[in-house]
């Protein structure tokens, strides 16, 4: 049990009851479409249904396949469940309008199976809300992942496109089982390498194996491929040549993969070229490259990213992505999406959310979601995201009034939007277990599920992932659910609580580092932690740099005023004394030390329950998290000894009874040497 098999495993229903139910209810499956014809889809669809009844019941499914109407209800991606006889027989019925959405029927079927779910009385019709359903790999042509925490990438670019590894599909069923339906497999820290025609026919190999399973490729364009693989002496927007040039590119792109998805950018941002070296903005940069993608009735978008602050640039980094695409909106073409970070900084434990989402009505955005922990401890420590990016996901905007939530906004249906799509930033790479931490698994699947429909709750979510990942009886099952609920929070705790953030260590980012500085400004950590003889926080109200003037009036009033703001974004708002009162009655400096305590004693709570569910899960990947657990109380003591004893020089007060007294001075702290530390392209 290597956790190879993910969330698919099939494994033979123990009961023999259920066994003899299940194969009662599918003695047929029938599968209608509008065409109901093959196709290599429904190939894929059969394959996974006789691989998963085969395991799971011991049969070997028949298929029919039907043509019945398209249905209004199921969209392009949909599927509807239901219970029909074939000659006598109990059968299923997977309807959709579409191969892809039979497809996504078949694997809730199986997802029923192995959750023991009833199949009597199937009545379930499931459709995403969002169209386009992207993982976004940064993962390099020398198959280093920038923030990977897993091993190198999966994609073997030096054996393609002749050698394809077993594992393209197996990445490929993995995303379909959960809806997701395309990937951008190159880093948004771009090579334009991976344009010429030597590496299309690479990347044209792994599109096709993914087409069967429903997912589109993209790739990520660097804006100065015209001259780095061009010859173009410009990558100016609006000269005609470089035009040109992109034209007959997405032409050459478009001959390769007729379905190509579309580009990923990173412009202007932390060193990346683009339009403003030609004193062009980034609506001219977009539409340069979405004009090809949107030709000849071609459907490809450009997805380019909100995620931009400048060296020259003197305003709170955190205003910077507003105050350059909100003068933009209206000047985007129609099949191009502004891809925002849920946070405005960069996914920190926990943000305020981008006051971006919402404030271009007329421009489509969508989510960037950041799966791999860059700043929630890699692959070492637990953080289930799936409570962060609900909160993310169901966070109220107001822009249109009450009830335009971020979810909203990036469905689409807040604006009316003609193209909607999601981003997960991958924790994928060639580890056998695919996500290095055991545990991290649910967090691919959570992004899949609300990248689907982002109403799911994420308990509901993780309950279902437990459920197909590990054979626990209910009371182990809700103990890991606990677990994993409580585990983001956990991190916050021991690691930037009360909204502090950005104060980990530099280049690796993992580890405390809230004395950093030297170099730009909005890479140390003083300029967003404040510590002063005062009081501590960043002060963004309108005594500060106003950041929170970005947001709807409702907020402003919820986090403006030290008397309303939530406990979790005091700090991320305000600069505040040190004997501040806070709502538990301690002041700011006891809490504060109370809070990073706790983050440690969650943990230790943690490896408790682990130890207890020793047997109840299979020795081998409980192991591997028992020893996770152990590193990740460690690294706890060190976030919180550190942390305390720097902001100790300022707020030149003890620490309340309850806090654990540190073992060691700061220097030892400020000393320790984590440069070996993997996931940053500096280390090697
Ligand atoms: C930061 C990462 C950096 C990424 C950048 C981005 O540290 O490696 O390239 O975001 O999203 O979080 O472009």
Same mark, same amino acid.
């Given at each position: ?47 996974e249904l006789a691989r998963g009844l085969d395991g799971l019941i011991g049969r070997d499914p028949t298929v029919h396949l039907v043509a019945g109407e398209t249905r209004d209800d199921l969209g392009a991606d949909g599927y509807a469940l239901t219970n029909v006889t074939v000659d006598g027989d109990d059968a299923v019925r997977i309807t959709a309008n579409s191969d892809a959405g039979a497809l996504y029927g078949a ?50 670019? =030096?054996?393609?496109?002749?050698? +394809?590894? &077993?594992? #393209?599909?197996?990445?490929?069923? %993995? @995303? !379909?089982? /959960? ?9 948004? =820290?771009?090579?334009?390498?991976? +344009?010429? &025609?030597? #590496?299309?026919?690479?990347?044209? %190999? @792994? !599109?096709? /194996? ?475």
């Open positions: 049990e290597d956790g190879y098999r993910l969330w698919l495993r099939y494994d033979r229903v123990e009961s023999r009851e259920t066994r003899s139910d299940y194969r009662g209810a599918v003695e047929a499956i029938v599968v209608q479409t509008p065409t109901g014809e093959a196709s290599p889809t429904i190939d894929a669809l059969k394959a694997f809730a079927l199986l997802r029923k199976m192995q959750l023991r779910e009833s199949l009597d009385a199937l009545d379930e019709v499931s459709v995403p809300k969002i169209d386009r359903r992207l993982l976004n790999h940064w993962d390099n042509l020398n198959r280093f992942v920038e923030r990977g925490y897993a091993g190198f990438s999966l994609w073997e670019w =030096n054996y393609l496109p002749d050698i +394809l590894s &077993p594992r #393209y599909t197996d990445y490929a069923r %993995a @995303l !379909a089982s /959960v809806g997701l339906n395309g990937t951008v497999v190159t880093n948004v =820290n771009a090579n334009a390498l991976v +344009l010429t &025609p030597e #590496y299309l026919t690479k990347v044209k %190999a @792994l !599109a096709d /194996v993914f087409r069967p399973w429903g997912i589109r490729i993209y790739l990520t364009a660097r804006f100065s491929a015209p001259m780095e693989i061009g010859g173009l002496e410009t990558a100016d927007p609006l000269d005609p040549a470089v035009q040109a040039w992109w034209d007959a590119k997405v032409a050459e792109i478009y001959e390769h993969i007729p379905d190509f998805g579309g580009f990923l950018v990173k412009a202007n941002s932390e060193g990346q070229p683009g339009p403003w070296e030609y004193g062009r903005d980034h609506a001219d940069g977009a539409n340069l490259l979405a004009k090809p993608l949107a030709a000849a009735g071609r459907d490809g978008i450009v997805m380019w990213r909100a995620f931009v602050y400048a060296f020259e640039d003197t305003t709170d980094r955190v205003k910077q992505a507003y105050n350059q695409f909100v003068p933009l909106d209206g000047k985007f073409a129609d099949n191009v999406l502004v891809q925002i970070k849920n946070g405005p900084l960069d996914f920190m434990p926990r943000e305020a959310f981008s006051p971006l989402f919402g404030a271009t009505p007329q421009t489509n955005q969508m989510v960037e979601l950041q799966i791999t922990q860059e700043y929630l401890g890699a692959s070492i420590q637990l953080a289930y995201l799936g409570t962060m990016w609900e909160e993310v996901l169901d966070q109220d905007t107001y822009v249109a009034g009450e009830g335009s939530t971020i979810g909203k906004v990036v469905d689409g249906s807040l604006f009316n939007h003609p193209v909607s799509a999601i981003a997960g930033v991958a924790n994928t790479g060639d580890d056998r277990n695919w996500t290095g931490h055991p545990l991290a698994q649910a967090n691919w699947y959570a992004y899949g599920r609300l990248a689907w429909d982002h109403e799911l709750g994420a308990r509901d979510i993780a309950t279902e992932w437990t459920g197909l990942t590990f054979d626990a009886d209910e009371e182990a099952s809700t103990q890991i659910v606990d677990l994993l609920m409580g585990s983001r929070e956990t991190v916050v705790n021991y690691s930037m609580p009360l909204g502090l953030h950005h104060i980990m260590e530099r280049g690796h980012h993992y580890g405390p580092g809230p004395w950093v500085t030297g170099g730009r400004a909005d890479w140390t950590s003083p300029y967003y932690h404040q510590a002063d003889e005062v009081g501590l926080g960043a002060n963004r109200i309108a005594s500060g740099t106003n950041a929170i003037e970005q947001y709807a009036p409702e907020l402003q009033e919820q986090w403006g005023q030290l008397a309303n703001v939530p406990d979790e974004l005091l700090l991320w708002f305000h600069h505040v004394p040190w004997d501040y009162e806070m709502r538990s009655g301690r002041t700011l400096w006891n809490e504060l030390a109370l809070r990073y305590q706790q983050g440690v004693d969650e943990v230790r709570a943690m490896r408790a329950t682990w130890a207890d569910l020793r047997g109840g899960i299979d020795e081998e990947r409980w192991d591997a998290v028992r020893q996770r657990l152990a590193l990740q109380e460690k690294d706890a003591i060190e976030w919180r000894d550190a942390c305390l004893l720097y902001f100790q020089q300022f707020s030149q007060r003890p620490l309340p009874e309850g806090v654990e007294a540190p073992a060691y001075d700061l220097q030892h702290y400020i000393d320790v040497d984590r440069r070996f530390f993997p996931g940053h392209p500096g280390d090697y």
